[in-house]
T-cell receptor, first 111, second 114 residues
Framework: EADIYQTPRYLVIGTGKKITLECSQT?????MYWYQQDPGMELHLIHY???????EKGDLSSESTVSRIRTEHFPLTLESARPSHTSQYLC??????????FGDGTRLSIL | KNQVEQSPQSLIILEGKNCTLQ??????????LRWYKQDTGRGPVSLTI?????NTKSNGRYTATLDADTKQSSLHITASQLSDSASYIC?????????????FGRGTQLTVWP
């Protein structure tokens, strides 16, 4: 049974819409991450958080924003979706120096 | 420039055969190297993690090796099964930041045929 949950799994939506991708983990991990992954390409870190009220931008510039109000919850928001935002978004969490646990991702398509 | 290169890009083998996937990295300083398995439509799942002092680690039919001097790692899969069909991703962590930044390879897409 998954310990980190992402919803929705798939989303097809029109340009200009506001989107929130949900990510929740039940492991009590302090660190959480958002990655963007295109087919055949490596994962790119777009946001991370060390803990509640801590958020930082990752290596890949992204127009998305994140929040960390609760330890277990790390939603990602796109205020106005564009076709260039079409991608797979993966959420992960970790503690100390242990390997990250990944969710199954949200595949986002912007028409 | 810190990079992780994986080869081959894709590989097809018959069920029951063995295979070896390669990972070369230029990440410095080095903290640890991880191999992940990513099934189609799923998130990556950790297979092994190795630090500088470890040169081999096994997880069932998966055996990872690490040569920190040549900055090379390999993942050997023994007696492959259809369920081994997936992308295998090499990830290297540095010690350069509090976050322990991760560098991802593009993965090797393995297909196991019956």
């Amino acid at each position: 049974e998954a310990d980190i949950y992402q919803t929705p799994r798939y989303l097809v939506i029109g340009t200009g819409k506001k989107i929130t991708l949900e990510c929740s983990q039940t492991m009590g991990h302090d660190k959480m991450y958002w990655y963007q992954q295109d087919p055949g390409m490596e994962l790119h870190l777009i946001h991370y958080s060390y803990g509640v009220n801590s958020t930082e931008k990752g290596d890949l510039s992204s127009e998305s924003t994140v929040s960390r109000i609760r330890t277990e919850h790390f939603p990602l928001t796109l205020e106005s979706a564009r076709p260039s935002h079409t991608s797979q978004y993966l959420c992960a969490s970790s503690t100390a120096d242990q390997p990250q646990h990944f969710g199954d991702g949200t595949r986002l398509s912007i028409l | 420039k810190n990079q992780v290169e994986q080869s081959p890009q894709s590989l097809i083998i018959l069920e029951g055969k063995n295979c070896t996937l390669q990972c070369n990295y230029t990440v410095s300083p080095f903290s640890n190297l991880r191999w992940y398995k990513q099934d189609t439509g799923r998130g990556p799942v950790s297979l092994t993690i190795m630090t500088f002092s470890e040169n081999t680690k096994s997880n069932g039919r998966y055996t990872a090796t690490l040569d920190a001097d040549t900055k090379q790692s390999s993942l050997h899969i023994t007696a492959s099964q259809l369920s081994d069909s997936a992308s295998y991703i090499c990830v290297v962590s540095d010690r350069g930041s509090t976050l322990g930044r991760l560098y991802f390879g593009r993965g090797t897409q393995l297909t196991v045929w019956p």
